[in-house]
């Protein structure tokens, strides 16, 4: 599977982030398929073990590899073979919420989660969106719609079980050190933990809010902004404003 995505918004609202994910199915592609059957292989040195392509896969990519190649290279396009299933999903932040835990279980730990109202409000307000889009795409490209939701605005209860049963959480879990300017934040704007002024916090736990991709970057501009203070103010006196 590899994929595609969107970012949309909501014009004029202050709503969590969210983007509409593409994945393409290669399962089944004559080209792509084994293509990435051996670039695996290679990377995990399983190359002398692999089984040999038949005559007819053989063929496929003899045909399949230029039109490949044309595509990616002179085109500058993204190749799918004809008839590759196509599976659109939305991913959103969600809205935080306070009975949402991590509790010790056995020898690990459980994790407590599940999507909310306003969740499904949210969603519900992207999915119009996330058609336009889809449509769109169809005047550069052939291709078929199968809904696989309920209507959100027809059968909202519909809705918030099927979100229930089939949504998953991508654990970017954040927000059990929340920074902030208010007295009851755990730490302060300047990654400080609240009551304990040696003791800095620097991890997706001080995100007052995650977004829907991945953190890394994020978290290492906070670490390169908490190292560059803290050396300012441990530095000897006078290195700091001759720039050491």
Not at 1 to 16: A, C, N, S, T, Y
Not at 93 to 109: D, F, H, M, N, V
Not at 175 to 185: E, Q, Y
């Amino acid at each position: 599977m590899f994929g595609e995505h969107f970012d949309i918004e909501l014009r004029g609202k202050q709503w969590p982030g969210a983007f509409l994910h593409l994945a393409f199915d290669t399962s089944t592609s004559s080209i792509l398929r084994p293509v990435r059957d051996v670039l695996n292989a290679v990377q995990q040195r399983t190359l002398r073990g692999a089984r040999l392509p038949s005559f007819r896969e053989l063929g496929a990519l003899l045909i399949g590899l230029p039109r490949l190649g044309f595509c990616r290279y002179v085109r500058r396009r993204l190749f799918i073979d004809r008839g590759t299933r196509i599976l659109a999903t939305l991913d959103i932040e969600q809205y935080p919420l306070s009975k949402w835990t991590i509790r010790a279980e056995g020898q690990g730990c459980a994790v407590s989660w599940d999507v909310s109202d306003l969740d499904a409000e949210l969603s519900a307000a992207l999915i119009p969106i996330c058609h336009e889009v889809l449509e769109r795409l169809k005047a550069e490209a052939d291709f078929e719609a199968e809904v696989l939701i309920p209507d959100p605005a027809k059968d909202p209860r519909g809705f918030l079980d099927h979100l229930r049963k089939h949504s998953v959480d991508t654990l970017h879990s954040s927000g059990g050190l929340r920074m902030g300017t208010s007295p009851d934040s755990p730490v302060d704007a300047d990654l400080r933990l609240a009551g304990v002024p040696n003791v800095h916090a620097l991890s997706a736990a001080v995100f007052p809010r995650v977004g829907t991709s991945n953190p890394t970057l994020t978290i290492l501009a906070l670490g390169h902004r908490l190292g560059v203070r803290l050396l300012r103010e441990h530095a000897p006196r006078g290195a700091a404003d001759s720039g050491h």
